[in-house]
């Protein structure tokens, strides 16, 4: 059958989809073109990435992972074993310097088992007993080493020669004692006395803070409280030079700590002690929890900042001071000279602040841009911040998981990637209307805001994960009371210290005073204001890994690639947002216990004596009550054998504190807690003294079909700081030392 030329339907119809065909090719010829643009545009962004020179910030980065993974290790890893795969990692990276593609990816993977290796290393290096079963009443001696002023109390770290009590097992070298307030022995002096002894403090939580970590690796292997009078005798032998030195600097801080508080009594004189000899536990909980709401804690503990001033002010009074001396001005080289004086200056205020290791890390980055001045190298550099960071990770790699190495690091790099990237403020630099603000300041009150921002910005992740709260208003109490603490506090303060031993240091108090009660009022007033508490629930290492990784892409690329960063960023904001919360909390000694209610709040089943635990789970609950709130009672009943409370479907979770109480409520309950070893088998969900032995805390979370659990020691773990539990059997309770996980249909009631 003919067709009817071009004014056919069917005619049209084919030249339609021909043309359409034409077109599609085109289309996807195009795409095709710019599919292939685009991957070689990425190709060259990346070449360009690893360029030499691009990676050493990097090596850093992977030397860091290395202890993180070290630290996540279920078991002790084996020197014998972390050893020899880093030097083969290192000479692989070596061989494969000339390969663009391998050699980078070899360098991380030797960066990751260096850093793994080093860690391992330092575990060995620093290895001592631990504490594995509380002490009801021990006696004990030692040389105090450590002596801390707090708010309620006083506390001691003593070197122990001798110690005797039940159920000890191994002697700790070192405990850290809680003792009545000012009644601390001097440093140095030799005591004895009566104490109750318990291990290091596991997490409180799930995914929590782990102290037991913190405290071995300042090689503390038990904590406590004294008992009774404390005798300062005779010692049995010398404690050593390194003893009399610390004894040496301890009535050095004293004697400035008392001078500070003759003149500043309060808040004033401890926020001054504070600041100049890092004596901070003595300040009034009121103010100290402003300093946090408000961002401003940061000034309470010596760290980058507080040397900065230091050495900056010590190094422009030196450089002025010489070049008010023409000749010598123009013959040598005073700015080094300077950069010399102020080194000295930062290594002392390192030790009258106690060396503490957020101080002692603090010195490292400042000692290395001061050392940059001498030999004549850029200050502010990624290179800089390298070496700050491989420098305190090979002398304690355990600080990558502290938050205080996390959100200063994480600030300072933001700080120094905004400087190299460019600031805001220089362009336009020559016009009129810039040279009157510049005149006004409007250079310097934009760089503080905007320091204030990205610092800010950077720390938040951390802040989030390990304090449960953001600062809204932090900006603006930076820039209300940093200007007077950097032009007023800290001067004031460093002119005091020189002129103490001349007694005329009363004024320099007095000015440093006025400066502090300004910041005291900026944070009492910042704290005020409405939704200056922000409140973040708890969440995974997971958020927390992948916001790191958009911090450090955003910092370090210098190619567009680095807006992959803030992709990143929001994805792990979304991630943590989503992060399930549990339905039952349990302590790591079973007598804390705690539930989730019919309206989305903890109840707290059972206290014991552990408020501290209540306080960490509310804060990570983003709940602000506090401990002492009646209302965490709501729905829990209590008689003298045990407590029971209802989550939000009816279920029944029990605390058993009595043995006659296991049959009924094994019966009748979902979940059953209790400090003590069941003695029947029990259909419902156990967590009873074997299972948090094994397990430390455990978290519960309902799924719909049973109870998912989490437990802050993972099935098998045994790490020096938490050595695994001894398998002891008993009549009483021959069952497994984990908890039993039976579904269980949920309760009538």
Same mark, same amino acid.
């Given at each position: 059958?003919?067709?009817?030329? +071009? ?7 084919? =030249? ?13 010829? *195009?795409? &095709?073109?710019?599919?292939? @643009? ?5 190709? +060259? ?36 074993? =972390? ?112 104490? /109750?002894? !318990? ?10 803070? *782990? ?91 010596? !760290?980058?900042? /507080? ?30 000279? &300077? ?41 502010? @550099? ?13 002398? =304690?790699?355990?600080?990558?998981? /502290? ?38 300041? %409007? ?64 004024? $320099? ?45 955003? $910092? ?33 000694? %079973? ?15 059972? !206290? ?25 009672? @709501?729905?829990? #009943? $209590? ?10 479907? %009816? ?11 296991? +049959?009924? +409520? ?32 455990? !978290? ?9 659990? @989490? ?14 539990? #001894? ?23």
């Amino acid at each position: 059958m003919a067709w009817g030329g +071009d004014t056919d339907p069917r005619t049209r119809a084919v =030249a339609g989809v021909i043309a359409a065909g034409r077109r599609a090719g085109v289309a996807s010829g *195009d795409f &095709a073109r710019r599919s292939e @643009t685009l991957r070689k545009l990425v190709a +060259d962004w990346a070449l360009a990435e690893v360029a030499p020179g691009r990676l050493l910030p990097w090596l850093a980065v992977a030397f860091g992972f290395g202890a993180v993974l070290y630290l996540a290790a279920d078991t002790e890893p084996a020197l014998w074993a =972390a050893t020899p795969a880093a030097l083969v990692a290192v000479a692989l990276a070596f061989l494969a310097r000339q390969r663009p593609l391998a050699f980078p990816l070899l360098l991380g993977f030797a960066g990751i088992t260096a850093g793994f290796a080093v860690a391992t290393m330092q575990t060995a290096r620093i290895a001592h007993p631990v504490l594995r079963y509380p002490v009801g009443s021990a006696t004990l001696g030692g040389y105090v080493e450590i002596r801390e002023g707090r708010e309620r109390s006083d506390r001691v770290t003593l070197r122990v020669t001798h110690l005797e009590g039940r159920r000890i097992g191994v002697r700790p070298e070192r405990v850290r004692l809680a003792i009545r307030k000012d009644t601390a022995p001097p440093v140095g002096s030799f005591i004895e006395l009566k104490a /109750h002894l !318990s291990p290091p403090l596991p997490p409180l939580r799930p995914g929590g803070y *782990d102290f037991a970590r913190d405290m071995y690796f300042q090689q503390i292997g038990a904590s406590g409280y004294a008992l009774g009078k404390i005798r300062v005798v005779t010692p049995p032998a010398s404690g050593g030079w390194w003893l009399r030195y610390a004894a040496f600097l301890d009535a050095t801080r004293a004697s400035i700590d008392r001078r500070i508080h003759a003149v500043l009594p309060g808040d004033r004189g401890a926020i001054a002690s504070a600041l100049i000899t890092g004596t901070r536990d003595a300040i009034s909980t009121p103010v100290n929890d402003a300093m946090y709401i408000s961002s401003l804690a940061h000034v309470l503990s010596i !760290s980058g900042y /507080h040397m900065a001033v230091v050495a900056g002010i010590v190094f422009f009074v030196i450089r002025g001071s010489l070049a008010l001396v023409p000749g010598l001005a123009i013959r040598h080289p005073i700015k080094k000279w &300077a950069a010399a004086g102020a080194f000295a200056a930062a290594f002392f205020y390192l030790l009258l602040s106690g060396s503490e290791v957020a101080t002692q890390r603090s010195f490292i980055m400042i000692g290395i841009v001061l050392l940059g001045v001498m030999m004549d190298r850029p200050a502010l @550099t990624f290179r800089t911040i390298t070496l700050a960071a491989f420098g305190v990770l090979v002398l =304690a790699p355990q600080a990558v998981a /502290h938050p205080s190495f996390q959100m200063s690091f994480a600030a300072t790099l933001a700080l120094v990637a905004g400087y190299q990237h460019g600031l805001p403020w220089k362009a336009g630099k020559d016009t009129p209307l810039a040279a009157r603000v510049a005149l006004w300041g %409007g250079r310097e009150v934009a760089g503080l805001i905007l320091a204030s921002v990205v610092a800010g910005f950077a720390t938040t992740p951390y802040a989030a994960y390990h304090f449960h709260r953001l600062a809204p208003y932090g900006v603006l109490a930076n820039l209300g009371a940093m200007p007077v603490v950097s032009a007023v506090v800290m001067p004031a303060g460093i002119l005091g210290v020189v002129l103490v031993p001349f007694g005329v240091d009363a004024p $320099c108090w007095h000015i440093m005073g006025w400066g502090i009660d300004w910041m005291i009022d900026v944070v009492l007033w910042v704290a005020r204001l409405p939704g200056a508490v922000g409140r973040v629930q708890a969440f995974g290492n997971g958020p927390l890994l992948l916001s790191t990784l958009g911090i450090l892409l955003l $910092c370090l690329l210098r190619t567009p690639l680095r807006w992959s960063g803030a992709v990143l960023g929001v994805i792990a904001c979304i991630w943590a947002a989503l992060a399930p919360r549990p339905d039952v909390l349990i302590s790591a000694d %079973g007598q804390t216990a705690a539930f989730r209610g019919a309206d989305g709040r903890l109840s707290v089943l059972h !206290s014991g004596r552990d408020a501290f635990a209540v306080k960490e789970w509310l804060a990570a609950d983003a709940d602000a009550r506090t401990a002492k709130d009646k209302s965490l009672a @709501t729905g829990a #009943r $209590c008689d003298s054998i045990g407590c029971i409370g209802a989550l939000k479907d %009816g279920r029944l979770v029990s605390m058993v504190l009595a043995l006659e109480a296991f +049959d009924e +409520d094994c019966a009748r309950a979902a979940v059953v807690v209790s400090a003590r070893a069941a003695p029947v088998p029990c259909k419902a969900l156990l967590v009873d003294r074997p299972a948090w032995q094994a397990r430390g805390a455990i !978290s519960l979370r309902w799924t719909g079909a049973r109870f998912e659990e @989490t437990a802050a020691r993972p099935p098998g773990s045994d790490r020096p700081w938490a050595p695994a539990p #001894r398998t002891r059997q008993t009549k009483a309770a021959p069952q497994d030392a984990t908890p039993r996980l039976q579904d269980v249909a949920p309760a009538d009631q």
